[in-house]
């Protein structure tokens, strides 16, 4: 074989020739072709060492990022039995010409588009649509035989679009060389064509499920980012048919934006046939078509293959004849039963191989075995029979151990009810996603659920704080004026601008403050500066800088203003609705979009947590000595700069994703930010208030302040908070397991949801549909009716 002429890096290190041709089997832009080549290469002089030493960091990403792939799919395969016996033979041919572009038109994308590096001879592509036919495992060599390398996948539900995917991506990784672009396998169903672009959501769901891809890179952007924008990911996108159809044609359209920044780039895309079609030839508006793609349409099944199958997979003589009568109705004449047209579809068959051919295990399948499916009154449709073999998947499922756990601790009729109020809620308050991603349940409950506990939980520190009315007074208005703020002043990717902005609002408050009650002749307490920097805390929470900087510049003016800084009968009441109301809004409008994968040091936090401790020291030096103020100020500053300093970021990882490593890792880093916040304000706390009434009143405060600072600043930065208030709450209304984690981890493992990342699907949509639907026949195996859909709200 002839490699790459530019090197397996690409670099061109070692070559001093400037051109090459030859004859044969060679690999070039990460493809492999056959036939004559010639390559012009021209003289380029030598990139800078941080150039090359970027270019070695993508290129030992990219080669990295292919080792977790190729890891995530085997084990997703061997889970899903795909080799058990074999995979399903699937079948395809072109798609019609009207929904792609015409074949002329890539050709010249490809021989003459702006950008591309590649001059070779097209000897090896199609000499038209019609030679892209084929079957099973040759994909990748259609692939490589269109121009472009860019492919729409076209089928009915249930062709085996999704699985063919996955066999695509791995056979790629098999022919990839060190250095070339990665084969990346990205469902659709959750990206928002008509509020971000691909790229952004690529980014974000990258940093997701493959930890390392969201580190910032030399470039300042993260890791995936970097390698999207040189080109050295392939994406192979599924479910385009699973976005909603209003906004379809936009999706179409921001992929074309994409591609077209990258013309050597390859692209595969899966919908099925009718959505594509309805957008693609949209009766009103404009066209559109996927820029530079040639298009195959999965076939139907021959039944001698599926006869093959479901024989091969059945274990045995005994399972053999259990299918004879029904082998008889798929063959001659006798084929035109419904049957027949049914298992056609690999959906289809594999789930009548689970429904007949599990494993003996007690309840493994459908008592009266495969030839119940021949009874034309229980089945006169292949509809009918579609539904009853939907409905039999999960007794099959449930009635045998999946290794490497054989304690069965959900019975087919818990797992059924659990699963369709899941898929419910996939259907209902997610408009369809296939997507399901545990940090998103926080959306199925009360939507002011986690602002009251933490709310609830900031009322102790308010009712034992020695401060009057005030306090509660300034944090209202402080909030009040931050939310309104926000319209003008969008939140940050981290809160440190607006606790920044908050410090300085506060500060400059209690300076003016200070100043207005000297000219009105009022007497001011000595410590009202420690008391215009707590009033600008909240507001800082809920936006960017200059939203912090208002509320806090009104809190501490109203503070002012609104009572001396004594214990007052009313206070406690006063301060804890203060309390209560700022922690509701912080944590209910300062929702994370996405989990945590661990922490960092924040410069501009830990400038801020500094700032504060100096501020509170000037303070107590003003109520109390130089020395307290001495202590309590470096006390402060350095649990401030602790606690501000810590903030959430993706951890280092090398391995792709799963959903209980991100639910671990968002739960370390909720835990870790709680006790650092705590520790922080609680210590500053103990400090300002026990230099004025002594340390046990100090040492009580500073505790209640802890306790309901570390939680509100935890529910910000990681999801961990919401999910597990999610989760109890739905587990009380029993629409959820109480270990749910290891109840979706055993479905997985049972076939029931597949799992890419970090994300869970339902094995195929039309499950999922089903049993959101409710309407499946009574449970034959256990005798038990099917329960209605529960509601998807809690």
């Known amino acids: 074989m002839v490699r790459d002429p530019l090197g397996e890096d690409g670099t061109g290190a070692g070559q001093s020739h400037n051109a090459f ?67 399903l033979p699937v079948r395809w041919r072109a798609a019609s010409a009207e929904l792609l572009e015409p074949w002329t038109s890539i050709v010249r994308l490809a021989t003459t588009g702006v950008g591309r590096a590649s001059a070779m001879s097209p000897s090896a592509w199609a000499a038209e649509p019609q030679a892209l036919s084929g079957t099973d495992g040759e994909l990748v060599d259609v692939l490589a035989r269109v121009p472009t390398g860019r492919l729409v996948v076209l089928g009915e539900p249930g062709s085996g679009k999704s699985v063919l995917l996955v066999r ?120 559109v078509r996927v820029t530079g793609a040639a298009g195959i349409e999965l ?73 119940e499916l021949l009874d034309s009154a229980r089945f006169p449709t292949p509809e009918a029979m579609r539904a009853h073999l939907l409905d039999a998947f999960l007794p099959a499922s449930y009635g045998r151990h999946p290794a490497p756990t054989p304690r069965r601790e959900w019975n087919r009729r818990q797992a059924s009810h659990f699963l369709a109020f899941l898929a419910a809620d996939l259907e209902g308050r997610q408009r369809g996603s296939t997507d399901l991603r545990w940090w998103e349940l926080a959306g199925a409950t009360p939507r002011l659920l986690a602002g009251v ?99 806090g510049f009104a809190a501490s003016i109203v503070g002012a203003f609104a009572g001396e800084p004594a214990m007052g009968k009313a206070a406690p009441l006063v301060n804890s609705v203060g309390f209560f109301l700022a ?56 649990a401030g700069s602790f606690g501000a300093g810590l903030e959430a970021r993706p951890a280092e990882a090398t391995v792709a994703a799963d959903p209980q490593t991100v639910l671990r890792q968002d739960r370390v880093t909720f835990w870790t930010i709680a006790m650092a916040g705590g520790i922080g304000i609680g210590s500053a706390t103990v400090f300002v208030v026990g230099a004025d009434l002594g340390l046990w009143k100090g040492v009580q405060t500073g505790v209640a302040n802890a306790v309901a600072t570390g939680l509100a600043w935890a529910f910000l930065q990681a999801t961990y908070g919401r999910f597990t208030l999610a989760r109890c709450w739905l587990a009380a209304r029993r629409r959820l397991p109480w270990r749910l984690m290891p109840f979706l981890a055993d479905a997985h493992r049972r076939g029931v949801l597949r799992q890419g990342g970090a994300t869970y699907q339902f094995r195929h949509a039309e499950l999922q549909r089903r049993l959101a639907r409710g309407t499946g026949p009574p449970d034959r195996l256990s005798g038990v009716p099917a329960r209605p859909r529960p509601s998807p709200r809690g």
């Open 21 to 87: 041709s030859g004859t044969g089997e060679y690999v070039f832009q990460g493809r492999e072709f056959h036939g004559d080549i010639t390559i012009n290469q021209q003289p380029r002089t030598e990139r800078p060492s941080a150039r090359a030493a970027d270019d070695r960091i993508l290129t030992a990403a990219a080669d990295d990022l292919a080792f977790a792939v190729k890891r995530q799919w085997e084990k997703e395969v061997a889970l899903r039995r795909l080799n058990d016996p074999y995979p």
């Open 453 to 551: 506990v933490v709310g609830l939980a900031a009322v102790p520190a308010a009712w034992v704080m020695p401060f009057g009315p005030w306090l509660g007074l300034g944090m209202v208005v402080g909030v009040v004026v931050a939310m309104l703020a926000r319209r003008w002043s969008p939140p940050a990717a981290t809160f440190n601008r607006g606790l920044g902005g908050g410090l300085v609002g506060s500060l400059l408050g209690a300076l003016v403050g200070l100043g207005a009650r000297h000219v009105m002749g009022i007497d001011s307490p000595a410590g009202y500066l420690v008391s215009g920097l707590a009033l600008g805390l909240i507001p800082g929470f809920l936006g960017g800088f200059r939203a912090g900087l208002a509320g």
């Open 299 to 371: 076939l139907p099944l021959d039944l001698d293959t599926v006869v093959s199958y479901l024989r091969d997979s059945a274990a045995g003589p005994t399972g053999v004849a259990r299918w004879r009568e029904v082998f008889a109705a798929l063959s001659g004449e006798s084929a035109r039963h419904p049957l027949a047209r049914l298992l056609t579809t690999p959906l289809m068959a594999s789930l009548a191989r689970t429904a007949y051919n599990s494993p003996p295990e007690e309840g493994a399948g459908p008592a009266d075995g495969p030839v």
């Open 168 to 287: 695509l991506v791995l056979d790629l990784l098999a022919r990839r060389h060190q250095g070339a672009p990665v084969p990346l396998l990205v469902p659709l169903a959750s990206w928002a064509p008509d509020a971000e672009d691909l790229d952004g959501w690529l980014e974000q769901r990258l940093g997701t499920d493959y930890p390392a891809l969201g580190e910032r890179g030399r470039t300042g952007a993260t890791r995936g980012r970097e390698l999207l924008d040189a080109g050295l990911i392939m994406l192979v996108l599924d479910g385009l048919d699973e976005i909603p159809g209003d906004v379809r044609g936009r999706a179409i359209a921001r992929i074309n934006d994409t591609m077209g920044g990258h013309p050597d780039l390859g692209l595969v895309l899966a919908s099925r046939s009718d959505p594509f079609l309805t957008t693609v030839r949209a009766g009103e508006g404009i066209e």
């Open 583 to 638: 922690a509701l809004c912080v944590v209910a409008l300062g929702t994370r979009a996405v989990p945590a994968r661990g922490l960092r040091w924040s410069p501009l936090g830990i400038v801020n947590g500094l700032a504060a401790g100096v501020a509170i020291g000037l303070a107590v030096v003003l109520q109390s000595d130089p020395l307290s103020g001495a202590v309590a100020g470096l006390v402060a500053a350095a």
